[in-house]
């Protein structure tokens, strides 16, 4: 596997704690940070090309599909659905349990959300009216992954597990055991082959998806917020709680490249 490239793009004032990449332009990727803004950045220019604030701490975000809306989420459990093309806030609903992370499915119909009570909760969309309450984890639920092929979702939980699940019978159908601390946050590649976790532990973890085998591992010298493959290629953008030379957050994600063996 060789490396390919690596890129730093610099703009927040402070943590990047979540980043995603929009399913129809592999040039561009959203981020959600703790300064209250969510930013859209070209990669080929380095550039901030958008920029919303809004009303709390982003903790989490995530592109719908067709690349229309995005979801996030705050530090209060807040959900806000921007619109892309006016990169406005569409609709706001605040819950009253702790909300980790979002996703949608592949086809835009579904909702996720991973909470602190163990369970992912499957809600229709737009509606957003609540249609399954899955018993994931007996610790939180951290962090959510959508395969794109439409077989499996992944759930990274507190326990330091991820699990793998079948989409279309919402069963669990495998566990991934690779790290020592909670699991904050993965990703599957765009072809649904590989899927990258990390945490606490100082490192990021790419292993195959059909039989768990570590592929690569990826060093890290903080602890990751946010992995998250690209649409088209295999580049993977990651940002953490790296810190300055003043021990201040450094606002900064970096994205890695390598070729299949």
């Given at each position: 596997?060789?490396?390919?490239?690596?890129i730093e793009l610099k703009g927040h004032t402070d943590s990047v704690d979540q980043l995603c990449w929009d399913p129809k332009h592999a040039d561009l990727l959203a981020t959600a940070s703790g300064d209250k803004t969510v930013r859209l950045w070209d990669t080929r220019s380095g550039k901030c090309t958008q920029q919303v604030e809004l009303s709390g701490e982003n903790i989490n975000?995530?592109?719908?599909?067709?690349?229309?809306?995005?979801?996030?989420?705050?530090?209060?459990?807040?959900l806000t659905i921007l619109d892309v093309r006016?990169?406005?806030?569409?609709?706001?609903?605040?819950?009253?349990?702790?909300?980790?992370?979002?996703?949608?499915?592949t086809t835009g119909e579904l909702f996720f959300l991973t909470t602190g009570n163990g369970t992912i909760e499957v809600l229709a969309y737009p509606s957003l009216k609540l249609l399954h309450?899955?018993?994931?984890?007996?610790?939180?639920?951290?962090?959510?992954?959508?395969?794109?092929?439409?077989?499996y979702f992944a759930v990274g939980s507190a326990d330091s597990l991820v699990s793998l699940w079948d989409l279309k019978e919402m069963l669990c159908v495998r566990?991934?055991?690779?790290?020592?601390?909670?699991?904050?946050?993965?990703s599957f590649n765009n072809t649904g082959e590989f899927i990258a976790s990390a945490s606490e532990d100082q490192f990021i973890d790419i292993s195959y998806v059909?039989?768990?085998?570590?592929?690569?591992q990826i060093p890290s010298t903080a602890a990751m917020n946010s992995v998250e493959w690209n649409s088209k290629f295999n580049l993977l953008a990651y940002a953490g709680d790296d810190k300055n030379k003043y021990q201040a957050d450094e606002g900064v994600f970096r994205i890695f490249g390598f070729e299949s063996a």
């Open positions: 596997m060789g490396k390919v490239k690596d975000i995530t592109y719908k599909p067709d690349g229309m809306h995005i979801a996030v989420g705050n530090r209060v459990d807040e006016k990169f406005k806030p569409l609709h706001r609903r605040k819950f009253n349990y702790e909300v980790n992370e979002l996703a949608w499915n309450t899955l018993m994931g984890h007996t610790a939180g639920c951290y962090c959510i992954a959508i395969d794109p092929t439409g077989r566990t991934f055991a690779k790290f020592e601390w909670p699991v904050r946050t993965i059909d039989t768990g085998r570590t592929v690569h």
